[in-house]
Nanobody
Framework: QVQLVESGGGLVQTGGSLRLSCAAS????????MGWFRQAPGKEREFVAT????????YYRDSVKGRFTISRDNAKNTLYLQMNSLKPEDTAVYYC??????????????????WGQGTQVTVSS
């Protein structure tokens, strides 16, 4: 099992930027694909971005392509999400998550077995 702690959320105006971080402990971070998901009030949790265990492959939902960048620093056991050109529809609680299986990457929420507590991102219009 891996423990995940997100940070970096907050309130930002439309067009602004935020950088989320996710610190991992308790398992070999570098062996697992990681992802960011978000959940807005009254909506299901949705995939935002995912990255392979070595960082060679990344995937994004269409609505964030060109605006968000997922990255990882395996030496620091940390996952990042750089969010630029934020829009009100990006408002949600953002969660980082680790894949259940080593050396596996996915965008399906059911493939992720460890989750952080979430960090609130609010974009004002």
């Amino acid at each position: 099992q891996v423990q995940l702690v997100e940070s970096g959320g907050g309130l930002v105006q439309t067009g602004g930027s935020l950088r989320l971080s996710c610190a991992a402990s308790g398992r070999t971070f570098s062996s697992y694909g990681m992802g960011w998901f978000r959940q807005a009030p009254g909506k299901e949790r949705e995939f935002v971005a995912t990255i392979s265990w070595a960082g060679a492959s990344t995937y994004y939902r269409d609505s964030v392509k060109g605006r968000f960048t997922i990255s990882r620093d395996n030496a620091k056991n940390t996952l990042y999400l750089q969010m630029n050109s934020l829009k009100p529809e990006d408002t949600a609680v953002y969660y980082c998550a680790a894949c259940r299986r080593a050396r596996y990457v996915s965008y399906d929420v059911t493939d992720f077995g460890s989750w952080g507590q979430g960090t609130q991102v609010t974009v004002s219009s």
